[in-house]
């Protein structure tokens, strides 16, 4: 089994790379846990200096959800909370303290039943929010084939 680390760089909190050690050289013999101290150690002796920027442990799909996603380069790593978040969608989008995720300056609309059905849905257009701060959402059809 594998155990993930991010690199985070100091200061921006952004992710800048994924990095990978395997967890049968990183066992806490009492409780069978993998140590986080350990793997920064073996991280350095496998890819040199990792300062000075911080490496978090980050887990798969299916492993404990303690960071409750996986972390992504060019993500942000939320500190405070423990978390990794994706990449920031545009520049207007911030932080929403209570889902732990982006949040667009103005909420998307939402699509009737018979929208759905038809293939339609939203994607965010920072150029026409920065032109007109009500507007942002734009509607789409997908089309078949």
């Known amino acids: 089994m594998f155990v993930y680390f991010a690199e985070v760089e100091d200061g921006t909190n952004i992710v800048k790379r994924i990095a990978l050690t395997d967890s049968n050289d990183m066992l806490d013999t009492e409780d069978d846990t993998v140590s986080e101290e350990l793997g920064q150690v073996l991280l350095t ?3 040199g200096d990792i300062s000075p920027n911080t490496w978090v442990r980050t887990y798969r799909k299916g492993s404990p959800p ?5 972390a ?3 993500g942000t790593y939320d500190a405070s909370n423990d978390i990794f978040l994706d990449t920031k969608p545009a520049a207007s989008w911030t932080y929403d303290n209570s889902t732990k995720d982006w949040k667009a300056p103005i909420a ?6 018979d929208d759905i059905a038809a293939g ?3 994607i965010w257009d920072e150029s026409a929010y920065q032109a007109d701060n ?3 959402w734009v509607k ?6």
């Open 120 to 122: 339609y849905f939203y």
């Open 72 to 74: 992504m380069v060019g």
């Open 66 to 70: 303690l960071k409750q996603r996986f």
């Open 108 to 113: 998307q609309p939402t699509l009737s039943s």
């Open 140 to 145: 789409y059809k997908q089309e078949n084939g």
């Open 45 to 47: 002796k496998q890819y």
């Open 134 to 136: 009500t507007k942002g």
